[in-house]
């Protein structure tokens, strides 16, 4: 059974910096896009950023300059840097990664990790 187990979540200043990560665990042959999504109240689910398997990356322009998505393929773990981060930067965040394992090629989420930029 695949998980993608998040962290790094919590409460911070504006203008403070977060760093989240995102775990892929079970059995996993191979991961392709793996991706950062986020949902404020009462908004839909939106892109922040993506980082395909050979490192190119892609990021939404509300976060450009400020966010950076990153991966770690050895240990199947996706990262997002945010820095100089806004009130508007509150939301739950999610995981996204799109992989090959034993059932076979899918796309999987995490649970979701609350971020709230508030002083």
């Known amino acids: 059974q695949v998980q993608l187990v998040e962290s790094g979540g919590g409460l911070v200043q504006p203008g403070g910096s977060l760093r989240l990560s995102c775990a892929a665990q079970?059995?996993?042959?191979?991961?392709?896009?793996m991706g950062w999504y986020r949902q404020a109240p009462g908004k839909q689910r939106e892109l922040v950023a993506t980082?395909?398997?050979?490192?190119?990356?892609s990021h939404a322009d509300s976060v450009k300059g400020r966010f950076t998505i990153s991966r770690d393929n050895a240990k199947k773990t996706v990262y997002l840097q945010m820095n100089s981060l806004k009130p508007e930067d509150t939301a739950v965040y999610y995981c996204n990664a799109d992989l090959r394992a034993v059932p076979g090629r899918g796309s999987y989420w995490g649970q979701g990790i609350q971020v709230t930029v508030s002083s």
């Open positions: 980082i395909t398997s050979g490192g190119s990356t």
């Open positions: 079970g059995t996993i042959f191979s991961i392709y896009v």
